[in-house]
């Protein structure tokens, strides 16, 4: 038990972590685009699928506060690893050359941080309902509570539409690095999926992100109304 304790004291260990902690919130990101793509099929689909949450309140908070508790872990990992890897190497480097890392792995950081602070926008604004017009306690004709109403005002303002817009580029470059980075810390690497794990990253980027913006554009647009 003291070894376990110690090796994920270490940096390898919390890069194990870390990665692993990642790519949970990369499957949550995937499903929570699928359940919301339900507005595609209207009101009763996406408000009963709300509903059928809500239902089950236990499971519900234990998801809520699993998920809070793997983000702030993953902030933290993120945040000692990047201090461990600054006082390595103290004095930076006059001159940087980026001749294999991606644009994406060089603004990490950046993304975190946009990524971060779109969710606690989104939390408060969708979720909570702190932010935006009072709308948590509408209910549609079937007598669930209206989220479809709420996602459709949500969008029609440009303003939240910029937010939003800002927030997935950040996801986008975010999750491109994330994930391929993860699989290669969890040692997943061989010659002839090397391709296939390279791409992952990319690939889930632009299948989550494009999910999420065909949302927000439909509803802008007045596709969905």
């Known amino acids: 038990m003291t070894r376990l304790v110690s090796h994920l004291q270490s940096s390898v260990g919390k890069k194990v972590v870390m990665a692993l902690t990642g790519l949970g919130l990369t499957i949550y990101a995937i499903f929570h685009m699928l359940g919301n793509l339900q507005i595609f099929e209207g009101p009763h689909a996406l408000n009963s699928y709300a509903a059928f949450l809500r239902d089950m309140p236990i499971l519900l908070w234990i998801a809520r506060i699993g998920l809070l508790s793997i983000v702030v872990l993953h902030i933290v990992l993120a945040i000692q690893l990047s201090l461990q890897n600054h006082r390595a190497r103290p004095i930076g480097y006059a001159i940087h050359r980026y001749r294999q890392a991606s ?25 909570a309902g702190f932010i935006g017009s009072p709308t948590s306690d509408r209910v549609d004709a079937e007598g669930y509570r209206d989220v479809y109403g709420k ?51 990319p690939s889930v980027a632009l299948l989550v992100v494009l999910g999420n913006v065909a949302i927000i554009f439909a509803v802008f647009l007045r596709i969905v109304r």
């Open 151 to 201: 996602v459709i005002l949500a969008f029609q303002n440009p303003l939240v539409v910029g937010l939003y817009l800002v927030g997935q580029l950040g996801l986008a470059f975010h999750l491109s690095h994330a994930v391929s980075s993860s699989l290669q810390t969890l040692g997943l690497e061989h010659a002839a999926l090397d391709r296939l794990f390279k791409a992952a990253g």
């Open 103 to 127: 644009l994406a792995s060089r603004a990490m950081t950046v993304s975190g941080m946009v990524l971060f602070l779109f969710i606690v926008f989104h939390l408060l604004h969708l979720t």
